[in-house]
């Protein structure tokens, strides 16, 4: 019987701390957005923990500086760019990894270490390289690069997706008369809608959120993107926190709602599922 209580007892402590540990980390995680939030509201120079007058006048000077709206429509249209471009070629690579027989076809494998590579590993020489094609300070530098970037992961995940689809239709469709081109888009497309807005919220998060590649291949103001823009609010006397919080809760933004709006057919495509 003592022992008994002793286990329950021990069982109960356990919970307790883990779900201390657990307080501790959201706590950990969370905080920084909170206290940006926190910072964004306030007035310039307020202290306290909690504001004692919160305002948008930090949002209002971000909408006030035209630049702003410049960087905001520089980075919607990289990321839908890069998008589009990710997911075509990702799309006709990964049904060819996925249903055609070739040499050389096990090294696919060998994408997954590609986006371990620093991507300051080829920054030079994609600077170089687009120097010499005339495309440096130019949004499609910008583009090319980011799909270069998100490529190699969106292909694998889109050959693993197409590996997921029934042969039998597919093979059914090209006895009927249809191209192989045809049967992937008319089959294997809808089959594997959840997995394409998958890769796209993938390759959307990773372009929006991206500095190195506008900020190394651009010189122009007129070609930055938000997380440059954010640097702005750095100067060499002081850093003006009100702006610079509020421009990073700005930026977080539009990947949340993307998520958030795709959030259901996200899920259904990371773990294979249908959606009915």
Same mark, same amino acid.
């Given at each position: ?20 540990? /657990? ?20 007035? &310039? ?5 909690? @504001? ?17 709206? $410049? /960087? ?20 006709? +690579?990964? /049904? ?11 090294? +696919?494998?060998?994408?997954? $270490? ?5 991507? *300051? ?7 170089? !390289? ?5 495309? /440096? =300070?130019?949004?499609?530098? $910008? ?6 970037? =998100?490529? @190699? ?6 050959? =693993? ?17 249809? +191209?192989?081109? %045809?049967?992937?888009? &008319? ?17 959307? $998060? ?6 190195? !590649? ?5 010189? %122009? ?5 938000? @997380? ?11 850093? !003006? ?14 990947? *949340? ?20």
């Amino acid at each position: 019987m003592t022992s008994w209580k002793f286990a329950m007892k021990k069982q109960i402590l356990e919970r307790i701390l883990i779900k201390i540990l /657990y307080f501790f980390f959201f706590l950990f995680v969370i905080f920084p957005f909170l206290w940006g939030f926190r910072t964004s509201l306030a007035e &310039r120079f307020e202290t306290a923990l909690i @504001p004692t007058r919160f305002t948008l006048m930090h949002y209002k000077i971000l909408f006030a500086r035209p630049e702003f709206l $410049i /960087y905001l429509k520089n980075s919607a249209v990289i990321s839908l760019l890069t998008i589009f471009a990710t997911l075509i070629i990702a799309l006709l +690579s990964g /049904y060819a990894l996925a249903r055609l027989k070739f040499s050389g076809q096990k090294l +696919s494998g060998l994408l997954l $270490i590609l986006p371990l590579l620093p991507p *300051v590993a080829i920054l030079v020489p994609l600077v170089s !390289y687009f120097q010499k094609l005339g495309l /440096y =300070n130019s949004i499609g530098a $910008i583009v090319v690069a980011n799909v270069v970037f =998100n490529l @190699p992961l969106s292909v694998w995940m889109m050959r =693993n997706f197409i590996r997921g689809c029934p042969v039998a239709l597919e093979e059914a469709a090209l006895i009927d008369g249809c +191209s192989r081109i %045809s049967a992937l888009f &008319r089959i294997i497309v809808p089959a594997v809608g959840p997995g394409i807005v998958a890769v796209a919220v993938f390759v959307f $998060i990773n372009t929006w959120n991206n500095f190195l !590649y506008a900020f190394a291949l651009t010189s %122009s103001q007129s070609l930055r993107v938000l @997380p440059q823009g954010i640097l702005s609010f750095l100067g060499n006397w002081g850093t !003006y926190w009100g702006g610079l919080t509020a421009a990073g809760i700005l930026v977080m933004i539009p990947p *949340v709602i993307f998520f958030l709006i795709f959030q259901k057919w996200f899920i259904a495509g990371i773990f294979g599922q249908q959606l009915k």
